[in-house]
């Protein structure tokens, strides 16, 4: 059992994922959020934070975790103007994210933007899209009266060695309402799966290498493109990378690469 944040590092390291709610960044000492830090990006531990209308994310400006937020922060995180549902992205599907559904149905119905008014979200932040940084990716995005969605709702950031995820509602204890706690417990468990193994699939790496078209003749002209994942390593990244390109006659040519906020 967990009597006290832990302090020192050998109380961080034993644990694999960190969950933070509405609290503010104040509650933690500077050097408690150093070694937070520290477990994500070098250990590889996950980090699970819960969007709330007091004090997070608005009060982690400043913080020796600001920089882990999938998104901008700014000192205001408006509340969407009306109640909404989640709506999982395709990318949430392929890793078996929020898979709230029996059978078929990977996110139910009567959770869906056609759903119940119970079912509905009354406060949840307004993320834009345009907030977001170039490493995040949307797991599921908030969906109004219309048929756009109106900003995200759930983000994963690779951010060194470890996984963030942002979750922009601490409401989900409404899809309790006559069902019972099995919506509410699917949703947060796989997050907490997902997160706990970032440790163990941080070996694959923040980036990843693609040329197209993948079948060359010769003269032909091919992309060669690195897309990085990682929010640490994006940051560092300079103004062009140099690349080797190796022949079978032996010889070597050195092509520049240049970056761009994407990749």
Do not use: C
Not at 9 to 23: H, K, S, T
Not at 52 to 71: A, C, H, K, N, Y
Not at 247 to 262: C, F, G, H, P, Y
């Amino acid at each position: 059992a967990v009597t006290r944040i832990p302090t020192t590092r050998e109380e961080f390291d034993l644990y694999d994922l960190f969950v933070i709610g509405d609290v503010a960044g104040g509650q933690f000492s500077d050097a408690q959020l150093e070694e937070l830090r520290r477990a994500v990006t070098e250990r590889g531990a996950g980090l699970l934070l819960i969007g709330g209308e007091r004090s997070m994310p608005m009060q982690w400006i400043g913080t020796p975790l600001e920089d882990v937020f999938p998104m901008r922060l700014t000192s205001s995180m408006p509340r969407q103007p009306e109640p909404v549902a989640i709506e999982p992205t395709s990318l949430a599907k392929g890793l078996g994210l929020l898979r709230l559904g029996d059978g078929d149905d990977h996110w139910p119905p009567e959770l869906g933007r056609d759903g119940p008014a119970w079912s509905r979200l009354q406060w949840m932040q307004r993320i834009p899209f345009e907030d977001l940084k170039p490493t995040s990716e949307v797991l599921a995005t908030a969906v109004g009266s219309t048929t756009e969605p109106v900003g995200a709702a759930v983000l994963s950031m690779r951010f060194g060695a470890g996984h963030v995820v942002y979750v922009a509602t601490d409401e989900t204890w409404r899809w309790r309402n006559g069902i019972g706690e099995a919506y509410q417990e699917r949703f947060w468990i796989q997050l907490v799966r997902y997160l706990s193994r970032a440790g163990l699939s941080a070996a694959s790496g923040g980036a990843q290498l693609t040329v197209e078209p993948t079948t060359i003749t010769v003269g032909q002209a091919a992309t060669i493109r690195i897309d990085v994942k990682d929010e640490l390593v994006q940051r560092r990244l300079p103004d062009a990378i140099d690349a080797t390109v190796s022949r079978s006659t032996q010889r070597e040519d050195v092509i520049r690469l240049s970056t761009d906020a994407a990749t």
